[in-house]
């Protein structure tokens, strides 16, 4: 299987490439064919993992502005105002939540690469040592996409209700 073939595919494209094609079988790739397939897949995760959080900031941050003008235009006099403004405080959890993954999935590089150095000097128990940190970019990222969906269907019941 050609290496060159996976790195024009998109992350999508890339998370949906078999481990092996049909004439291989994953026991019979040779360890240099296993690391660079593995790092593919590693690689496929982050952009897909980068592209969810700027998608979610641009999205939740745009529905904010949004209903900002959807409020100041069309209904001043809105009906089921806490509807608007738990939809805000949603979407705004989702936009600092998606901050702070970002501030905390720094934290888990740092930690991941003191911790490679540890192991390197032959310190076996620190390959643990990134895992809290990776977990709480996992909540941060859940909290932000709920956040978001919670958010954008408060808002779209708000203006549902006060545009009949």
Known sequence: MSNKRHNK??????AALPIATDQEQPADLTQDQYLQRLRELETGEQEAAKLFDQSLLTLAGGALGISFTFVEKFAPQA????????SWFCLSVAVV?????????????RAEQKALNRMRRGDRSAHHA??????????????AFIGFIV???????FVYINLK
């Open 9 to 14: 595919h998109t992350p999508r494209d890339r």
């Open 79 to 86: 009906q089921e105002t806490p509807l608007l403004g738990w």
């Open 97 to 109: 939540a998606c901050l702070i993954s970002y501030l905390v999935a720094q934290s888990a590089f």
């Open 151 to 157: 958010g954008l269907t408060l808002l779209g019941r």
């Open 130 to 143: 990134s895992k809290g940190w990776s977990r709480a970019t996992q909540v941060m990222n859940y909290i």
